[in-house]
Structure formats: C-alpha cells, structure tokens
C-alpha cells in the first residue's frame, strides 16, 4: 500500500457525523408530524380507456375525506390520501400498491382496481398484512372463494353473483308474462363478459326454464364496430337479447343497432345501461332498455341519495359513477369502523370493520353492512327497470329482494364448493 | 358452443334475405377500412414510408366532425370539416417532422410515427377529455331501415358505402388519367427525375400525405355518427388497415379496395360461420396470402 491513512477522525468525516448528527435530531420532529395524518393509499385507473371509471373513484374518496377530516379524522388523526395510476395492468396495481405502503408509509389501502388489478393488490395485501378494501371488483370469488380470504381485506363493491340473481329473476318475471322464450346474448369477450353472462342465464332459465339461447355473440373488449354482430342477432330473431357490454363499447353498440331497428324488433336487458356514463353520452336512447341500476340518483328514492349524487355533481360537474359510490362506501365504513373501535390502527379498524352496519344513501333500506363471513358488502340498493331518454332516465326500479339473493347465494356457494 | 357453425353460414347463403343484410354489413366493414388503408398505401408508394401514426388521423376526423355537428348541426359540414381538417393536419406532419426522417432507417421512421401515436392521443385528451363521446345520428338519417329482397339495410349505410366508392373511383381515375396523377406516379418510380425536371417534390410529398390523412379523417368522420369516440380509438383501425394492405399488396390502391372488401365479407359471414374464431380467420388469411404471394395479392402494380 502506497496510500497512508491519517489515524483519527479526518475533517471531512466530522462533516459528515455533524450532518447526520442535525438529521437525527430533526427527525423526532418529523415523526411526530407524521404521526398525526393517517396515510391511505389508492392505486386506480387514471390513464387509458377506464380512466373515467378511475378518476370518478378518485373524485368520490376525496368528496368522502373531506366530511371525515372536517369532523376530526379517523381516531383524530388527519387522512391523507395518496393516489397513484396503475395504468390498469395488473402487475403495475400490484408495485404501486406494494410502493405506497413501503415505501410512502400509507397504513391503509383503498383498491379502486378493476378485477383484474384487485386479485394482484390482494396479495400484496396477503403479503404486507395492511388492511386493504376493495371497491371496484364485483368478480365473486374474490371473497366468496374461501381460498381468496384473508382478515385484513374487505370490499365495498357490488357482487356479481348479487347481480346475476337480480337480473336473472327480473327477467324472468317479463319473459314469463310476454312469452318471451328464444333469446340472443352479445358480451365481450373476456372473464367478465363470460361469467356475468353465464351467471345471468342460470338463473334465467332457473326462474324460467322455458327459455332458450338460440344465439351467443362474443364481440371483443373495445371492439369498434358491431355491425357484423348486429346483422347477426337479427338473422337470428330472437325474442329478447341480455348484453353485458358496458362504457363506450355499449354506446357503439347502442348507435349501430339503432339504425338497423334492433330494439323495436325484442326486448333488451342490459346490464350496464343505467349508468351516467352511457345514458348522458348516447345521443338517441332508445326508449325501454331493461337496465340493472349501477349508480342513479333517483334509486335508492330518497333525499340522502339525491343530495350525495347532487353534491358530487356540484364539485365535479359531471355525475357519479358505478365505481364512485363503491368507493365513498368505503370511506364511510372507514371513519364509522375506526369511531367504533376508537383507533386509526389497521387491525383494530379490521376487528371493528367485521359485521358493522352503517347509514347509506346507497342502502336498500338506508344502510348497508359489511357482512362479518366473507367481509364483502350487502344491503345496497339492487334492482332493475326501463329505459327513458331524459332524466331521470330510470324512472321505475324495481328492487332486488335481499332474502332471495341471500338463499341463492348460499345455494350458489354450495355449488362452487365455496361454503 | 361450436367452434364450427356451417348450419347458420350455408342457412345464410341460401336466404336472399340474410344474404343481402350480411353483403351491406360486410361491405360497411370493409369500405371504411378501405378509407383508411388506401392512404396508408398511398403514403407508402409514393413516399415510401410506412405511417404508423394513420389511425391518429381516422381518430381526428371523427372528433372534428363531432364537434363541427355540435358547432353548426350541419351533417355535411361535419363531414368537410373531418376531412378537410385531417387534409391540413397531414400536411403540417408531413412537412413539419415526417420530411425529416425520409432518409432515416425503419427504425427512425417508426419511433417517429410512435411518440406521434402517443402526443396525438394525449392532445386528444387535452381537448375533448378523457371519457367516451358520441355525435349521435344526424335527424336525417333517423328513419326506418330499407328492406331489399327481405334483407336489413339502414339508409345511413348506404351513403357510406356511396362516399367511399366515390372516393375509391375518383383516386383511381384522377392518379391514371389526370395530369398530377401522373406526376405523383412518377415520383413514386423516380423522385430524382422527377425533381430535376423542375416539379416540386415536397410540395407532392405534403400533398400526398395530406390526401391520405384527409381519407383517414373521411373514414373517421363518416363512422363518428355510430362509433363512440376515445382517445386511442384509432389503433385497432390501424392494425385491420395493415393486414388489408398486406393482403392487398402494399402501395396498390385496387388491393386495398380488394382487401377491406375481403376482410370486410369475413368478418360479416365469419361470425355467423365461426363465431369463436372470426378474428383468427382474417389473420389465417393474411398468413395464407403472405405465404403463397408475399408481395400481396396485387402487389407487383404501382399506385
């Protein structure tokens, strides 16, 4: 070695000590700091074809904060939201949510992901232990599949089995009444499109078993045009068509089949119809769609309902979405769970989660529950009705019965080997 | 459900009535996808450059259109207003940054058409938001669909197909028989020469890329009253327009009409056919042109 070293502490390194020295003491100060906001994280959709449904979650969380803040937090402690884009690929939700607890500290995770998305967070969450609620995924298994279950994830989305069980009794009921026995089914091509439909028919043809599909279109997800699909439903004529088809793909499909007469010729149940999104952008509704409620401000017809989507509508200007009152849900549950168990902490705010009813404007009766089994949300207004083209677009839902949805989803859960 | 349903297709082909809704249906597919092909193969054989960014130029039109409908509830000038407006669009790329990269490599060219794939979808954002939109069908074409020989054809549709076969006739003829086709004809073969003899070869290159976008944002426009419109909406437009340049041999106007017709009849009577596997037969027929006549079913004839 040619290099001698100098013994003792060289005057660069106490530099260094001394800087280190400043931060160390400084740094109580900061956590303090911290320890008086509550980090949520909030990976969603913010660019690409879903980022409406995205920004509409992110738009009704912050609505939600607000309220919970200006009352005091949760346990007093002021929440502080960090919303990130996943672009809506899965592997992106899953890094952005795995960053926002480690690395952000968050404590708290709000999934506002599509399925696809939500089964990628829900590992982290298997993973890092943090409590996690879902608020977009309406795929069943989620929490149904007792193989999917943890303690700390909950969802205050709509279920799809729910929905199924609904739409399929509604339908039921009409083709019963007007003889509607030969129907057609149009829905994109992919887990949603598939299971939905498939759902939706069991129970079709379980309330009324004369019904028979005499045609299945498969068109793509985001698909342009319809044409050849249109053409083909009505080589077909069937009866009655159920469509899964949902945003912009819907309203093509609407604008397409309009011009070829398609919905004077039978009666079209569509699931996604009764959602602002779609009913304010088509420009000529055809009058009578059969629609399943997503978010309208007329259903639940009351004045708390009214006033929320009217308050949104005022800050945004724009109305909500289907995604939005699921994610104001879980704000909701949030500050009530964390009231009830007097702690901003993750588990405790679990414990307190499990069971607990809250008031709702989104509520069949007013309220809804977090149902303690499978820590999924029920009790939301549920139901279906015809299609106007001005507000309030919906004018008549009828509402789901939550005893039948209840024996059937037992029933169905049974089937799958879930329960 | 079969894969396989030749019941329905050969229960098509025997009824007039199903035979004529499924031809116009094929046929609505495929001219709107001639539209955007043939400038795409236009560009090509005149400039020689493969413009990854045309489906940008369907996606304006139709924007444009809708906002001109909403501006002036005039149909007709919703649709000058979609082409005209891509027309100049065209011509500011083409001078502006694609005139840049003539002598580049592939790659170049294709970064280039790229990162304008993404700034055009972003401007889009920027202006008409983020969400879904719809221009809605113009009253006039409000009416009950035609019945011919018991088949469906709604009258929008045929105004369609009449725009872009006019369109189609009037490309071809004014490049075989006017005195500029004749020019853009021969800077295809020479641009050397061309130039040498005293024709100003950019001023051919914009207008040609100016043509080509201006029947992208036709295309774009004339589907705006039955499509919804997004940003990015242009990108599976632009992928059909490939494989029917591909199979209609890059650079040939008659295999572009050739083509989207092809794939417009596949498409029509594919789903009643082989209702799992249409899209899989318009790429098995793209693989099966490549093999047999890589350069295209007419691509030995300059454009």
């Known amino acids: ?419 | 459900m079969l894969p396989l349903d030749i019941d329905a297709l050969t229960g098509c082909l025997a009824s007039s009535a199903c035979l004529v809704t499924q031809t116009t249906s094929g046929f609505i597919i495929g001219m709107l996808l001639f539209l955007v092909a043939v400038g795409l193969t236009l560009i090509f054989g005149v400039l020689k450059v493969v413009n990854f960014s045309h489906g940008a130029f369907y996606m304006f039109g139709a924007y444009f259109a809708m906002t001109a409908y909403q501006l002036t509830g005039s149909f007709a000038l919703a649709m000058l207003c979609g082409a005209a407006g891509t027309a100049i669009l065209g011509l500011v790329f083409e001078r502006g940054f694609m005139s840049r990269v003539y002598g580049a490599d592939v790659l170049m060219q294709l970064l280039v058409c790229y990162a304008f794939v993404l700034i055009f979808d972003d401007v889009v954002r920027m202006i008409w938001g983020p969400e879904f939109k719809s221009m809605g069908m113009p009253a006039a074409f409000q009416v009950a669909p035609l019945f011919i020989a018991g088949g469906v054809v709604p009258p929008y549709y045929l105004l369609l197909i009449g725009v872009a076969l006019a369109a189609a006739a009037i490309l071809g003829l004014g490049l075989a028989r006017t005195r500029i086709g004749k020019v853009i004809r021969a800077a295809a073969h020479n641009p050397g020469m061309v130039s040498a003899l005293g024709i100003n070869t950019g001023l051919i290159y914009g207008g040609v890329f100016a043509l080509g976008g201006m029947l992208a944002g036709l295309a774009g426009a004339l589907a705006a009253p039955v499509r919804s419109l997004t940003p990015g909406m242009g990108f599976s437009v632009l992928i059909e327009s490939f494989i029917v340049t591909v199979i209609g041999g890059m650079g040939s106007i008659l295999g572009a009409l050739i083509g989207a017709l092809l794939i417009g009849m596949i498409r029509s009577f594919g789903s009643l056919g082989f209702p799992l596997f249409t899209e899989g037969l318009m790429y098995l027929f793209m693989v099966i042109v490549l093999v047999s006549r890589p350069t295209g079913l007419f691509g030995k004839e300059v454009a």
């Open chain 1, 1 to 419: 070695m040619t290099r001698t070293r100098k013994p003792g502490v060289s005057r660069r390194a106490t530099l260094a000590m001394m800087g280190a020295g400043a931060v160390t003491f400084a740094t109580p100060w900061v956590a303090r700091a911290q320890a008086k906001t509550i980090k949520v994280g909030m990976p969603t959709i913010l660019s690409g074809r879903v980022a409406q449904l995205g920004t509409s979650s992110r738009n009704a969380v912050v609505l939600e904060v607000e309220k919970v803040n200006a009352a005091g937090g949760l346990a007093g402690r002021q929440i502080e939201m960090v919303i990130r884009d996943s672009k809506g690929q899965p592997q992106e939700a899953a890094r952005v949510a795995r960053e926002l607890v480690n690395t952000d500290g968050c404590e708290i995770l709000i999934d506002a992901e599509a399925s696809s998305g939500a089964f990628a967070v829900h590992e982290v969450a298997r993973d890092l232990g943090v409590l996690c609620i879902h608020t977009n995924s309406e795929t069943s298994s989620l929490t149904a599949d007792p193989k999917q279950h943890i303690p700390n994830a909950f969802r205050t989305a709509r279920q799809g089995v729910h929905d199924s069980i609904v739409g399929g009794s509604y339908a039921a009921a009409i083709a019963k009444a007007k003889g509607l026995k030969k129907w057609a089914t149009c829905s994109p091509d992919y887990a949603y499109g598939r299971d939905t439909t498939g759902e939706y028919v069991t129970y079709l043809k379980r309330f009324a078993p004369d019904v028979e599909i005499i045609s299945e279109s498969w068109p793509k997800l985001f698909q342009p045009d319809y044409t050849e699909v249109v053409t083909k439903i009505l080589q077909a004529k069937p009866q009655a068509l159920y469509s899964c088809l949902w945003g912009g793909d819907l309203t093509s499909y609407i604008d397409q089949a309009n011009i070829y007469a398609l919905f004077s010729q039978m009666e079209v149940f569509a699931v996604n119809m009764a959602d602002y999104t779609a009913l304010t952008v088509v420009k000529n509704l055809p009058k009578g769609i059969h629609s399943g409620n997503r978010y309208i401000k007329t259903y639940p017809a009351t004045t708390e309902n009214a006033a929320w989507g009217d308050a949104y509508k005022a800050k945004y200007n724009e109305y909500p979405t289907n995604w939005s009152w699921e994610n104001a849900t879980a704000i909701m549950l949030l500050a009530e769970a964390s009231k009830k168990a007097n702690s901003a902490d993750g588990k405790k705010i679990a414990e307190a989660l499990r069971g607990l009813k809250i008031k709702s404007p989104f509520g069949a009766d007013g309220t809804v529950t977090m149902r303690a089994e499978d820590q999924t949300l029920v009790g939301y207004a549920i139901g279906w009705g015809t299609t106007i083209p001005q507000e309030p677009y919906v004018p008549q839902v009828q509402a789901g019965d939550w005893k039948t949805i209840f024996e059937l989803e037992a029933e169905w859960k049974k089937s799958k080997g879930y329960a």
